[in-house]
Structure formats: C-alpha cells, structure tokens
T-cell receptor, first 110, second 113 residues
Framework: KNEVEQSPQNLTAQEGEFITINCSYSVGISALHWLQQHPGGGIVSLFMLSSGKKKHGRLIATINIQEKHSSLHITASHPRDSAVYICAVRSETSGSRLTFGEGTQLTVNP | DAGVTQSPTHLIKTRGQQVTLRCSPKSGHDTVSWYQQALGQGPQFIFQYYEEEERQRGNFPDRFSGHQFPNYSSELNVNALLLGDSALYLC????WGSGTEAFFGQGTRLTVV
C-alpha cells in the first residue's frame, strides 16, 4: 500500500462544476502539499498545509491531521483547470523529502 | 527572480550510455532534491543534496549519482542507462529543514532507446 493515496485517479467534469480531489496518507507528517502538473511536466505548488484550511482564488485545500486526510476543492471549474493534481507529504522524519501520490487527472469540458 | 531551472529539457540517449542532468535552484535556496517520474505515475524521490553532500537517498541503484556545487546548483548522473530509466526527471529546491515549501523545475524528459 502506498503511503499516499489519491482518489479519484481520473475525473471528468463540466465547466462550472464543484470538484473535490481526496488524499489519504499513512504516516505522521510535518506538511502536505497540493501540486498541479500540466502536460509537458512542470509542477506548480498550489498549497502547503500543516493544519486547517487554505484558500487561493477558486481553490480551497483542507487537512484533517487526526484522520490523515486532505481534500482539494475547485469551485466554478474551468477548462483551464484541466491538469494532473498531485498530493505530496513531508513525513515527520524525512526532512524536506516529499512522498507523492499517483495524481488525479482532471479534465474540465466546456 | 528566476525559479528553478533545469537543462536540457529533452534528451535522447542509447542504452548503456551515461547522462548528466543539471539544476539551478531558486535564488537563495540551499537544498536540491531530485525525483524521477515515470509516465502516468507520481514522482519518486532519488536523492537530496545540502552543503554539497548527499543527505537522503531513495530506493535507486548506485548508477544514479549526484553532485552539488558551492553555488547550490546540482547535477544528476545516470550511468549504464536502461530502457526503464526513460522518465521525466524533476528537480526541486528549498531551504534546508522540514518546514519550507519546495519549488520545482520544468523537468528533463529523458528517453532511452
């Protein structure tokens, strides 16, 4: 079993829909990252969380440390949100090393 | 302020050859981590450099080696290339320590034929 599990693996939505991507992890963490990867490879950091909730524009990330679970929400989705969204954790014992989930491929249709 | 830059962006090598990938960290960052991302999978940690020393290493064979220079830039070397080494190689930079955000480069796409 991977230390970081994401669901769903693939998600197709219509423009305007509310989207949720989930991440569960099995180790104690010092931080959790949500990352976005477009075709071609470059990764952009969206959020770094250690507790609670963060919001940036139409993106919201939440984390429940006790349940070892995080969610990424996208409100009013748009085709330009189409990308792979990746959850990554920094464990309490790993310094700045990240362990990644497999990613969620999101496609938003107009 | 330049972010993390990697070179080259694409590379094609033949099985058995050696390759060197390069990474310049974001200005001010002192720690560089390398990751391998196979198609359709999440990145896997290769190793991390700080103060010109390898500080952590993932489950990769000795064919994978690295170096960090005094200006914090880093190289990833892979010897005796295998077809299975074909992947996107990502460099991430940060400050040393567990509480800082990592910034990623665009990656180097390595194809081994």
């Amino acid at each position: 079993k991977n230390e970081v599990e994401q669901s769903p693996q693939n998600l197709t939505a219509q423009e305007g829909e509310f989207i949720t991507i989930n991440c569960s992890y099995s180790v104690g963490i010092s931080a959790l990252h949500w990352l976005q990867q477009h075709p071609g490879g470059g990764i952009v950091s969206l959020f770094m969380l250690s507790s609670g909730k963060k919001k940036h524009g139409r993106l919201i990330a939440t984390i429940n440390i006790q349940e070892k679970h995080s969610s990424l929400h996208i409100t009013a989705s748009h085709p330009r949100d189409s990308a792979v969204y990746i959850c990554a954790v920094r464990s309490e014992t790993s310094g700045s090393r990240l362990t990644f989930g497999e990613g969620t491929q999101l496609t938003v249709n107009p | 302020d330049a972010g993390v830059t990697q070179s080259p962006t694409h590379l094609i090598k033949t099985r058995g050859q050696q390759v060197t990938l390069r990474c310049s960290p974001k200005s001010g960052h002192d720690t560089v981590s390398w990751y391998q991302q196979a198609l359709g999978q999440g990145p896997q940690f290769i190793f991390q450099y700080y103060e010109e020393e390898e500080r952590q290493r993932g489950n990769f064979p000795d064919r994978f080696s690295g170096h960090q220079f005094p200006n914090y830039s880093s190289e990833l070397n892979v010897n005796a290339l295998l077809l299975g080494d074909s992947a996107l190689y990502l460099c991430a930079s940060s400050f040393w320590g567990s509480g800082t955000e990592a910034f990623f480069g665009q990656g180097t796409r390595l194809t081994v034929v």
